[in-house]
């Protein structure tokens, strides 16, 4: 069983996280594409915007006849009318006119500049005086300015947010093709797990690992599908895990008893064909016991049970393997993490990365983390949190107003 | 037209959003309460853990058989049995003995603490060695020590996160009290807008807004319904503002030629009973001519017709309505916002807050903004942008290297 219980560090097994391959890819329409990826370069066929418009509310004017125009030297405009917005303006302004036109109103023929309204006063019904002085092409966006035809406007592993689907639909996009995303198959283990809809006799506990995993599958774009709770044995659990390999494109498993129940998960991979496990046994605290496999190029990842740690390293790995499979390529967005500083002396063990749960307090633009305490770090701790602190594996916990990288939850 | 055209500063603006209040509640299963909103202050019913727990893998002893234990001189102790995962022991352990329990397993009367196996060694098949001295409780967590019954563990109005999804799940309850997902009607309005399926004609502009809208309402949390194109017109503003009132929480419109449709726009409110404008006008950049009201206590926020300008302004009040009406109590998590430091000069003008497109690049854990250049601010820019930096409104730009704040995108 190569690679069982050699004890790597996060790093390590980050780097190994490369020989899973993003998901094939689908097409969807364009109101269904929002958080999804882009599985292809997205070219615009055609010119944005389609014509010269104003940027602001005001006059479309030759620049040339604003050319010396001041507060106290205003240049006098013959107006010739009003840009219907929407339609072709079939005016051409000629020397000394100005038209009236909106903001997005197309610039028409003869026009190169736009008199904001601010700027002009009304001399009698048809004339105007325009305080300042334009240079050709002030105020106008230009046909093809903000996108030209043959563009490549938006690249294949690019996480379409609000503003892309905007983009999309601005190029005239109905449909988009976007990478399949990932199906998560979860299951539960262990002899003292029962579901949340029973109570417990002494000695048993909720299943809770079901509820933070499915919710985590969920904000990371997976779709999951809950297995069922398997027992300790052997065959148990190979039952669910072969189903679940079979049906999904990933799977994770939370061990009821920790390294115990892992061990026997690690047994079921071997027996099936083209397991390569990747690790098992991470120096990192919580969650040392974390396994993780491709079995026939699939992810698999088994959890401690502790729900904590179950949680943790899921944030570590489960959405970076998600991220993959979903074939985001972009890196990550700063909002996931922050710089704080240790608003206390945090003692840790050197030779393992540590993740402190803590709470966040921003004081005069620095975000300071506070450990939250509790000799368990339960679930309650943790709703408690808004963060986990990373020590690195090299440093014997943080001083008070050190800087560290938290996570934010 | 009370409120019309006086403008106001954003902040003015915000200080009237609490005229709005949180929609009604309704009962949803626990696997459907991801990031709704509590409307109940949920007390646990029992006592978590239900009994003593070991957070290690180990022997479960008497503390003060171990009594001056170390590495030279360590205690002798009799190994009486396994603590079954799930199940009670019938053990009693009594002074001497040990028995070995895993993370998780339930720690047998008699014993107060349990003594990690790093720190044992088998003397014989029936024997061990314990090398450390215990403190009553150590690596014991109690019944109670995380949850007490009668507590309650989470406040109406929190966020329903991936733990606190677990903890609901560990006191059992399989429904939660939450409320009710706004509801908000959109309406795109303008005479040059054509739906995105439609060749625009020469002075015609696909409608970006719709699904620039619809999009950051679901990442609000809302439930979008789309309304149609509204053309620059008194009677099919109304009909579909007054449909949109009726049946929805909340009502946004974009205005397609933007001072001119809001103006229309605030004509047609005023023409409902219990309307009442608070504010038309704002002194920000991009979104001065923002309109917000309440109608009959339900609020409709009217957003200029220019994408980047709809966008940002929903970002500002938008997301806040919707948080309002969702019961979300909570401040605002340091997720969305960030300190950034000016990577150029960045020119403003005083007397508005300014909200700038930057890209964002983080050096040595200082967060840098660089502005986006291009006249229009289009939506193709937006795109490439990781944040909006504020400028206040009494500052005249910003120099490079000086701090300010950014909300992300």
Not at 265 to 288: A, N, Y
């Amino acid at each position: 069983m190569k690679g069982f219980f050699k004890v790597q560090t996060p790093a390590q097994l980050y780097q190994k996280l490369n020989c899973f391959k993003p998901l094939s890819s689908e097409e969807v329409p364009l109101e269904e594409s929002l958080h999804r990826v882009l599985a292809e370069d997205v070219t615009s066929p055609m010119n944005l915007p389609e014509f010269p418009r104003s940027t602001v509310d005001g006059f479309a004017v030759k620049a040339k006849d604003t050319y010396g125009a001041s507060e106290k030297n205003p240049a006098l405009l013959q107006i010739v009318g009003e840009i219907p917005m929407g339609k072709v303006s079939e005016i051409t302004l000629k020397d000394g006119e100005a038209i009236k036109i909106a903001t997005g109103g197309m610039v028409p023929e003869g026009a190169d500049a736009v008199e904001m309204v601010e700027y002009t006063g009304w001399v009698d019904g048809q004339t105007i005086h325009a305080f300042k002085t334009l240079s050709p092409l002030e105020n106008v966006i230009q046909a093809g300015e903000d996108i030209k035809a043959g563009e490549v406007v938006l690249r294949k592993g690019r996480l379409i947010r609000p503003q892309e689907v905007g983009l999309l639909a601005g190029i005239g996009r109905t449909t988009i093709r976007v990478f399949r995303r990932p199906k998560v198959g979860i299951i539960s283990s262990g002899d003292e797990i029962v579901p949340v809809d029973e109570k417990p006799n002494s000695g048993e506990v909720r299943d809770i690992n079901r509820y933070t995993i499915v919710s985590m599958v969920r904000e990371s774009g997976g779709i999951p599908f809950f297995f069922g709770i398997a027992k300790d044995r052997f065959d148990d659990l190979k039952d669910k895990i072969e189903t679940g390999l079979n049906e999904m494109d990933m799977v994770v498993i939370t061990g009821g008893s920790s390294v115990g129940t892992l061990d026997l998960v690690g047994e079921v991979l071997q027996s099936f064909p083209k397991t390569e496990v990747l690790g098992h046994g991470l120096s990192i605290r919580p969650g040392k016991p974390t396994l993780l496999a491709g079995v026939q190029g699939k992810p698999f990842l088994g959890l401690p049970g502790h729900p904590v740690s179950a949680m943790v390293i899921f944030y570590l790995f489960g959405k970076t393997i998600l991220n993959i499979l979903s074939g985001w390529s972009d890196e990550m967005k700063p909002q996931g993490r922050r710089k704080v500083r240790a608003g206390r002396n945090i003692p840790s063990v050197a030779g393992r990365e540590d993740y402190v749960r803590v709470t966040l307090e921003e004081k005069d633009g620095i975000l300071w983390a506070y450990p939250i305490f509790g000799k368990s770090g339960a679930i309650a701790h943790l709703t408690h949190a808004d963060g986990l602190l990373r020590i690195d594996m090299n440093e014997e916990g943080l001083e008070e107003g050190e800087e560290a990288e938290a996570i934010l939850l």
